[in-house]
């Protein structure tokens, strides 16, 4: 129905124009445009179409809006070239975080930058001069993808006793979109991560009351259905084997529920691989195929990777895939995850973007002897971290098992996220150097990076292979292989050297990362990233948030530090003290919007819920951070979660480069409103 | 009538932009089209807007390219601003010059890019002239026509 249509997930609002009748009369459209004419004009177009329109003429304020707002707003178009950030980096954030219809515009037809709106995940993409006309069926968009998801719940909610299922579609509604929206609203600066999603649910549309999902509950629920198997898992079973006092089948239910998106976002392959859907979204990424890969190369395969630039990375993974990296999806290369979760499916992890759990962490470790260096410079590196990380994930296993399957989570994802990032190189996402830290499995690492495609989560050690790639991690990209900024370094991997100089990321790596729902993607440095706007990574932002919790002390620890720090902390700080500089820069979506975070790792949970939050947060963490951003004293570019580190970037960037003139030039004094009228 | 000799005026004006290339007519046919009762000022905001941001546009690129180093990002934010805002009022010749000004930075000739970018203030100190004059034509025709 097209209601359901305007609502995600919760119906919220009245105005989206519920009525099916008139749709899409009222429907909600935000748009974003940096000169005042153009928005003007615009206007007056969408309002003879009836449609309810804000206006914006900053990235940064429309990302405010749509986060404190999350179901406020049922379309949004904005423009290619923004001052505050690139057009396509706020395309691939709304996507991860809010999930909702993005519209690109732009003065120019050059064929590239149309590619770029496909690739970034755009639902389209206008020539301005617009015309009324090509306005007057946007709500197309907006139909369109609520019934996917819709129809991606239903998958992932099949397995689901029958009962559940009702209410596991309206929860995955919720969730989906909620959870790529990251915007688990309450991201602002939520430390909670640990609270994890239940926090969002304040704001959620989530109408059920929540129980809070700790990380050891969630732990506990990932080992329950670990043990029943992804597959069979079914709500009351798992709370029996949880046995925990006053948890209902229905919380049990709607977390599964979550769950179960996150994983399918995770794995955004092909379905089923891991039995679940997945909804891989893969877009672009045909890398991710790679990168499974990729898992299996040694750590020096990876610890080469590392170094090797994007492109190797792309030929390494070809050569080693064997497959086709033009493949979108990937089909989750992670074979040796199922060791660490176990449960789900390697898929999952590698959500294709997706942060994955991995944060089995434990291991992670490994990675650290990784170099992840790899230095922010080159999204290339990114790649390899990603790839890296996608082997290291391989050693990791082994080692840990479950940091190992994290990491591979991870360093799919970020491979994935390298790949994807495009090269974005470079920035090359602060891999933890320092990877040797033992990141704390926090599954988070892998939920997160799997959201994201940080695939780092989790990683324990350090080594959040994310890190560089951080941006690229997994960056659930919506769109795209931009995950370059995206790959979350999560690094989850606690150990997994913030992004910020080390590379290392320091705990936090194990911080969250937790996979969908709470993924705290370690803060990697999605700096390189950023540079490209690698909006995709965004979705690690998440992951990088709740980084940083945890990142203090190297040591994994839990990753719900890591994740609260993260948030908390823009990550930047958190790091610091692994040296990691936990950047989360896990920009990228609140982590695992799939709200069901839960997938991280099993076990390892790292304390998930904070993915969620960091999605958010992620995005919050930026938004603080970029004045932050250049404090950091590690590269600059490398720190900051994702999305901080987009911002520092840009900030950086416009800083350096443009020197104040950007104000000036920019009138950035516009009287515009900013605000929605 | 006042009024009709404005509105005369007015047409003879607007399309004497359209005769000079200066206005796209499809365009601002276009837009006329949008303008309704309900925001019967439409146009004139439109222009005024224009006018105001053109005109920063263009000091902003004249300023980027005199700093040490050149600031090409604002460049060409301002220059793709310019391209956008012209276009979607039909400012054809604004819009012709500043495409023939991105395409030779784009290329590196800085020398052609220069002189474009004084044939483009040329061009717009000549359109503005107009259109202010065309603005205030019609904020009068409004208040003559009742």
């Known amino acids: 129905m097209l209601n359901l249509g305007y609502c995600k997930g919760s119906m919220s609002t009245a105005s989206s124009g519920g009525v099916s009748d008139q749709f899409p009369v009222g429907l909600r459209v935000l748009v974003v445009d940096d000169d005042p004419t153009c928005l003007v004009i615009l206007e007056k177009m969408l309002r003879i179409c009836l449609y309810e329109v804000t206006k914006c003429n900053r990235a940064e304020i429309a990302l405010s809006l749509l986060r404190e707002n999350r179901n406020g707003y049922d379309i949004v178009i904005s423009d290619v070239h923004m001052p505050d950030m690139d057009g396509f980096k706020l395309l691939e954030l709304i996507g991860l975080e809010m999930d909702l219809p993005v519209i690109m515009m732009s003065a120019d037809d050059g064929k590239n930058v149309v590619m770029k709106g496909v690739t970034h995940g755009a639902c389209d993409y206008l020539i301005k001069p617009i015309r009324i006309e090509a306005l007057k069926n946007i709500w197309q968009h907006v139909v369109r993808k609520k019934k996917n998801e819709r129809k991606d719940m239903e998958q992932s909610g099949s397995v689901e006793e029958g009962g559940d299922r009702q209410q596991k579609q309206s929860e995955d509604a919720d969730y989906s979109s909620s959870a790529n929206e990251g915007s688990w609203k309450n991201s602002k600066r939520r430390k909670d991560e640990e609270e994890e999603v239940d926090e969002r649910d304040d704001t959620s549309t989530l109408k059920k009351p929540r129980v809070v999902w700790s990380v050891e509950l969630h732990q506990q629920f990932v080992a329950a259905v670990n043990q029943l198997g992804i597959d069979k898992a079914v709500p009351k079973k798992i709370l029996e084997l949880m046995n925990v006092p006053g948890l209902t089948r229905e919380n049990v239910a ?48 990876l610890a080469a990777a590392s170094q090797i630039p994007a492109q190797s990375l792309a030929t390494l993974q070809a050569a080693g895939l064997g497959r086709s990296t033009a493949k979108p999806r990937m089909p989750m290369p992670i074979v040796d995850q199922r060791n660490l979760f176990s449960f789900e499916n390697p898929k999952l992890r590698f959500g294709e973007g997706q942060q994955q759990h991995l944060n089995n962490g434990k291991q992670i470790n490994l990675l650290h002897g990784i170099p992840t260096t790899m230095e922010p410079k080159q999204l290339a590196n990114m790649h390899h971290s990603a790839q890296s990380l996608g082997s290291m994930n391989m050693q990791l296993n082994a080692h840990g098992d479950q940091s190992g399957s994290l990491l591979m989570q991870m360093s799919q994802q970020q491979s994935r996220g390298q790949i994807l990032n495009e090269a974005t190189s470079s920035q090359v996402p602060r891999l933890p150097s320092s990877i040797g830290q033992p990141i704390v499995n926090n599954a988070l690492a892998s939920g997160v990076l799997a959201r994201n495609g940080l695939a780092e989560s989790g990683r324990g050690t350090g080594f959040n292979p994310v890190s560089q790639s951080s941006s690229t991690m997994n960056f659930p990209l919506n769109t795209t292989a931009e995950l ?20 290392m990321f320091p705990e936090e790596i194990s911080s969250e990362i937790k996979g969908p729902g709470g993924f705290i993607m370690p803060s990697y440095d999605i700096f390189s990233d950023l540079q490209h706007h690698r909006s995709h990574d965004w979705e690690l932002q998440n992951a990088g948030m709740t980084f940083n919790g945890s990142q203090q002390s190297n040591s994994l620890q839990s990753n719900v530090d890591v994740a609260s720090s993260v948030l908390a902390h823009q990550g930047f700080s958190s790091s610091q003290s692994n040296g990691q500089g936990r950047n989360i820069s896990a920009v990228g979506k609140p982590m695992f919007s799939a709200g069901d975070a839960t997938d991280h790792v099993n076990a390892q949970s790292l304390g998930q819920p904070l993915n969620n939050f960091f999605a958010e947060n992620l995005v919050r963490v930026k938004t603080e951070r970029v004045p932050d951003a250049s404090l950091q004293t590690t590269l600059f570019n490398e720190q900051f979660g994702q999305e901080d580190l987009m911002s520092a970037l840009l900030k950086q960037q416009q800083q350096a480069g443009i020197g104040p003139a950007e104000n000036e030039f920019d009138f950035d004094g516009y009287s515009l409103d900013n605000i929605p009228v | 009538m006042a009024s009709t000799s404005l509105r005369q005026q007015l047409s003879i004006m607007r399309q004497s932009f359209f005769d000079e290339g200066l206005l796209d007519h499809e365009q601002v046919s276009y837009l006329e089209t949008l303008e309704n009762e309900d925001d019967p000022d439409f146009i004139e905001n439109v222009f005024t807007l224009f006018l105001r941001d053109s005109s920063r546009y263009i000091d902003s690129i004249e300023k980027a390219l005199e700093t040490n180093p050149i600031d090409y990002p604002i460049m060409e934010r301002m220059m793709y601003r310019l391209k ?63």
């Open chain 1, 254 to 301: 709607s977390h599964l529920q979550k769950y179960r998106l996150y994983l399918r976002r995770l794995s955004g392959v092909s379905q089923h691989q891991s039995g679940m859907g997945n909804s891989f979204i893969s877009t672009q990424e045909a890398t991710y195929g790679s990168l499974s890969s990729l898992n299996g190369l040694d750590l020096q395969t």
């Open chain 2, 84 to 146: 956008g805002s012209s276009a979607s009022i039909g400012a054809s010749k604004i819009n012709g010059e500043t495409n023939t000004l991105r395409k030779a930075f784009h290329d590196g000739d800085m020398e052609s890019g220069k002189a474009s970018l004084q044939k483009l203030k040329a061009e717009h100190a000549t359109f503005k002239e107009k259109l202010v004059v065309y603005v205030e034509m019609l904020k009068q025709a409004k208040f003559s026509e009742y």
């Open chain 1, 484 to 503: 370059t900024a995206t790959s979350f370094a999560l690094g989850s991997a606690p150990g997994v050297p913030s992004l910020t100089s080390k590379g």
